[in-house]
């Protein structure tokens, strides 16, 4: 009977080694499972951004600052300060280019720099469409 309640006692403690040693793994896949949204949620609202640019700019080529106002207008969660906007009309092609680029900082960025990584991910969307007169 004595030996039954240690070794119920070791079990326990078993138990807490184990979920120290598995949390640490738990919480980088969780951390990595958010900024993977995180990264597709801006890249979406990016492609977004330089369509609508593009939209504004088949009816109004010359036009670059209300195109890039209208491209920032789709883009008001992200970081303005990391956000560039280039606008291409192209009158022989009879085109209009709306190029998107942010610069993500990952939430993660301390432990990618204590690796040697790089925390930041460049994303850059293009939205291209024919003027209309």
Do not use: C, K
């Amino acid at each position: 009977m004595r030996q039954s309640r240690r070794f119920a006692w070791y079990e326990r403690g078993q138990a807490l080694v184990e979920f120290v040693l598995v949390l640490p793994l738990l919480l980088l896949l969780l951390l990595g499972i958010a900024e993977f949204a995180i990264a597709v949620l801006s890249y979406n609202t990016l492609a977004d951004a330089a369509r609508q640019g593009a939209r504004y700019g088949i009816v109004h080529p010359d036009d670059v600052a209300t195109i890039e106002a209208v491209a920032r207008d789709a883009t008001s969660w992200l970081d303005q300060d990391a956000l560039t906007f280039t606008v291409n009309s192209d009158m022989g092609a009879r085109t209009v280019s709306v190029l998107a680029e942010y610069d993500l900082n990952l939430i993660s960025g301390v432990v990618i720099e204590a690796v040697g990584g790089n925390p930041t991910v460049h994303l850059h969307a293009i939205s291209t469409m024919q003027v209309e007169y």
